[in-house]
């Protein structure tokens, strides 16, 4: 298959599969902006483009933002710092987070609190007493909104999973810092620019793995390592480099590394195809970024 037949083939599978409660999110969102103080967009530290709202800047406006690079004890930090400073250079505030361990929200209300102190400063002038700042957590689906959100809560509050759609409505939530804290679905598009976005996020679990065909996701992966980790993949599937003349032969290589043979001594290529993705799903290969300046 062409490059131009698999991004016909991938963005067909997106389009067909767009659910109904992302559109409904957007349309919210949009209805309750007005009352929007500021803006946490959540991006995944792996991929700090491919998981980017794709039309982030015309659904929040010109609200306050940070920028908040989740995951960043997954990712390749050298390479994703290259991205924090584009997004810095191009105006927005930026932080590179562990919501896992450690987390420290003092910088995050820092950046916070300059905007607290503009909006109150207005409201004084004006004579009214400080408000309860409003904050709007948006991002693609498995970010990390819902974990964000229990950290600065203090306290679960939201539903965390390592799959897509775990939250499905909006709804405020409270914070022991002041802040009213908007939580939303993960949002994606119906429509992705390129079959590399579509891939990057199937391959971090941003969307259902049923959607796109596995063994896409699985080479795409492996592609990945093989041009930017190679000793990662040494590491994990005992390979020097991926054959692409005859990706068989590598599915043959990381199968008998896994024990994925079925009856007869063949290789179960679903069972490998699984194997890699959930390897990046289980966190066995970690400090890898995808996106590239």
């Known amino acids: ?8 083939v991938l963005n067909k599978s997106v389009i067909n599969w767009y659910p109904g ?10 209805e309750l902006l007005p009352l929007i ?9 792996r991929i700090p483009s491919s998981s980017r709202i794709s039309d982030i800047d015309s659904l929040i406006k010109n609200k306050p933002r940070i920028i908040i690079m989740t995951k960043s004890d997954l990712c390749d930090l050298e390479e994703t710092k290259k991205w924090t400073k584009k997004y810095e ?13 450690n987390f420290d929200y003092k910088e995050i209300m820092s950046k916070t609190n300059i905007v607290r102190d503009e909006i109150n400063l207005k409201r004084k002038e004006k004579g009214l007493k400080e408000k309860e700042l409003k904050a709007l957590v948006v991002g693609i689906p498995n970010v990390g909104k819902s974990t964000f959100i229990n950290r600065l809560a203090g306290r679960k509050v939201a539903n965390v999973g390592n ?7 909006l709804s405020w939530l409270k914070t022991k810092l002041g802040i009213l804290l908007l939580d939303t679905p993960g949002i994606l598009w119906p429509k992705f620019e390129s079959s590399e976005v579509a891939l990057n996020l199937a391959s971090f679990q941003a969307i259902r793995t049923e959607i796109l065909p596995l063994d896409e996701v699985a080479i795409h992966i492996l592609n990945k390592l093989d041009k930017y980790y190679p000793t990662k993949l040494k590491e994990r599937y005992n390979i020097d480099a991926i054959d692409n003349d005859d990706i068989s ?7 008998r590394k896994i024990g994925a043979i079925i009856k007869g001594g063949e290789i179960d290529y ?20 995808f996106d590239r300046l």
Do not use: C, F, W
């Open 1 to 8: 298959m062409n490059n131009s037949d698999k991004e016909n």
């Open 21 to 30: 409660h992302m559109a409904k999110t957007k349309k919210q969102i949009k």
């Open 37 to 45: 103080d500021i803006v946490y967009e959540l991006v995944d530290a």
């Open 89 to 101: 250079d191009e105006g927005h505030k930026v932080i590179i987070a562990n919501l896992q361990e």
């Open 163 to 169: 799959r897509p759609g775990v939250t499905t409505n």
């Open 249 to 255: 032969l590598t599915y043959d290589a990381i199968g």
């Open 270 to 289: 679903d069972r490998v195809s699984n194997a890699i993705v959930n390897d990046i799903k289980n966190e066995n290969i970690k400090n890898i970024t």
